[in-house]
């Protein structure tokens, strides 16, 4: 018969670790913001809506879209972002650049729970 007890130390973490797993597989943050009034796009997991393929176009260029879909951020740290890729990271400039702003501050605003706010300059690494 299988012990569905566990008492020990290791087990509790394991069985904790698999139920944060689960949570976060079932039921993605974004799910319960967007309901059914937005589709997501399959292959890159941005949401569809006007912008979205100036976003995937330019923003996929360079990294993934996880990194645009889990960052909550307000237009104008977008904007701070962008111009701190094309200052440090040789991103381009932008063509309808508002546009990709209004994509990612519609979608992929700020929220009451998110990342925290970039450290300041002088406690980065020296590039």
């Known amino acids: 018969m299988l012990d569905l007890t566990f008492t020990s130390l290791p087990a509790k973490r394991l069985l904790t670790g698999l139920f944060c797993f689960y949570m976060t597989c079932t039921s993605p943050a974004w799910a319960s913001e967007l309901g059914d009034k937005a589709q997501i796009d399959s292959a890159s997991g941005l949401v569809i809506q006007p912008g979205f393929e100036m976003v995937r176009a330019h923003c ?7 990194l645009v879909t889990q960052n909550h951020m307000s237009r104008e740290r977008w ?3 962008i111009r701190w ?9 932008l ?6 702003l209004d994509y990612l501050s519609a979608n992929y605003g700020e929220r009451d729970m998110g990342r925290r706010a970039p450290l300041p300059a002088h406690l980065m690494p020296k590039s």
């Open 60 to 66: 996929t260029a360079c990294h993934s879209a996880k």
């Open 79 to 81: 904007l701070s972002t």
């Open 85 to 93: 890729m094309q200052k440090t990271q040789n991103l381009w400039a």
């Open 95 to 100: 063509p309808r650049e508002d546009e990709i």
